[in-house]
Nanobody, 121 residues
Framework: VQLQASGGGLAQPGGSLRLSCAAS????????MAWYRQAPGKQRELVAG???????NYTDSVKGRFTISRDNTKKTVYLQMNSLKPEDTAVYYC????????????????WGQGTQVTVSS
């Protein structure tokens, strides 16, 4: 099983970026999916998460600016980031807490490779 993140890059303050993270492999279903971020010198933090039934949660600093969504058919989670601020600069990682495999046991705590988001003028 692999989680492949994409969509990072450079944006100006007030701009937008959309991150995607696609899971591949013999996957039957995915439970909770989330985006974390880690800025230089800081701990990794949860940015947003979404359950299989599309219930969402956000850290306070991104509420009203970021939107997490998922496509269960495509096994993909998205993060639409609007009104970006310099403090959003970080490496963004996708994560799943539990993946149910076809004909196998679930696997836990899976991470993508990270994608850099830089917000600067």
């Amino acid at each position: 099983v692999q989680l492949q993140a994409s969509g990072g890059g450079l944006a100006q303050p007030g701009g937008s970026l959309r991150l995607s993270c696609a899971a591949s492999g013999r996957i039957f279903s995915i439970n909770y999916m989330a985006w974390y971020r880690q800025a230089p010198g800081k701990q990794r933090e949860l940015v947003a998460g979404i359950s299989r039934s599309h219930t969402t949660n956000y850290t306070d600093s991104v509420k009203g600016r970021f939107t997490i969504s998922r496509d269960n058919t495509k096994k993909t989670v998205y993060l639409q980031m609007n009104s970006l601020k310099p403090e959003d600069t970080a490496v963004y990682y996708c994560n799943t807490d539990r993946i149910y495999l076809v004909g196998g046991n679930p696997i836990y705590d899976n991470w993508g490779q990270g994608t850099q988001v830089t917000v600067s003028s």
